[in-house]
């Protein structure tokens, strides 16, 4: 069973652009968090009050109500963290947002790690009582000691291959073509081969003795499954 404590962490995100929302909120529930969407000022407050999200990602160009006004008055009814997000890179900018009570500022175009990071780092400061530990079959992930234990044993993982070992217990039970994998643990930009996927892969199954591939499956033609009871 999976026992993925992000899951009681909620995140809005508030953005007029359906792609932008689309792209995020697919990879923070990748990451295991909740996540909630609105698209302008207004729908943002409402649905903030009702949730209390943990974190709120608020574009400033929004209709009718800017991301300034939204954030000054959610910030006066709910405690939450706030990463303003913006075309705009001006330090005035800047200033007037983290003035108005936004904990971070991000200009787009940005990068979904750095965002994460952001993300994370104000769940970290500002709600130190949720763990940022995930259960998966008998894997343990704790992001916040960066550290894998499978069977009670610590892994000495690299960080490339603890993103790798992290992605595929994510999506438990799913396949996972080669270029997602890249995509995901590597990034869009990189050049490499694909068959750097096949080597971590091997790095990983002789990390936690899975010589029969029961655990790290190969699907021949489409990719990779990781299958933890």
Not at 120 to 133: K, Q, S, T
Request: charged share 30%; net charge negative; proline share 3%.
């Amino acid at each position: 069973m999976n026992s993925l404590v992000k899951k009681q962490i909620a995140i809005l995100i508030v953005d007029d652009e359906k792609s932008i929302v689309d792209f995020i909120k697919m990879g923070l529930e990748a990451e295991g968090y909740t996540v909630y969407s609105a698209f302008d000022g207004n729908e943002a407050i409402e649905l903030a009050q009702k949730i209390n999200p943990h974190v709120i990602i608020l574009d400033i160009m929004l209709p009718g109500m800017d991301g300034y006004e939204v954030c000054s008055r959610i910030k006066k009814s709910i405690k939450t963290s706030i990463i303003m997000l913006t075309a705009r890179d001006e330090v005035d900018d800047k200033v007037r947002g983290l003035d108005i009570g936004a904990d971070d500022y991000m200009a787009k175009p940005f990068s979904f790690k750095e965002l994460l990071a952001r993300i994370n780092a104000r769940i970290r400061n500002n709600f130190p009582e949720l763990e940022d530990v995930i259960h998966i079959g008998e894997f343990t992930i704790d992001d916040g000691a960066h550290e894998f234990t499978y069977c009670g044993k610590v892994l000495d993982l690299p960080p490339t291959q603890y993103n790798l070992l992290r992605f595929l217990l994510i999506n438990n039970g799913m396949v996972l073509s080669k270029t997602l994998i890249l995509e995901k643990v590597w990034g869009y930009d990189f050049n490499g081969e694909e068959n750097i996927v096949e080597v971590y892969i091997r790095y990983l199954r002789d990390k936690i003795e899975d010589k029969e591939h029961n655990i790290i499956r190969t699907v021949r033609g489409v990719g990779y499954k990781v299958v933890a009871q």
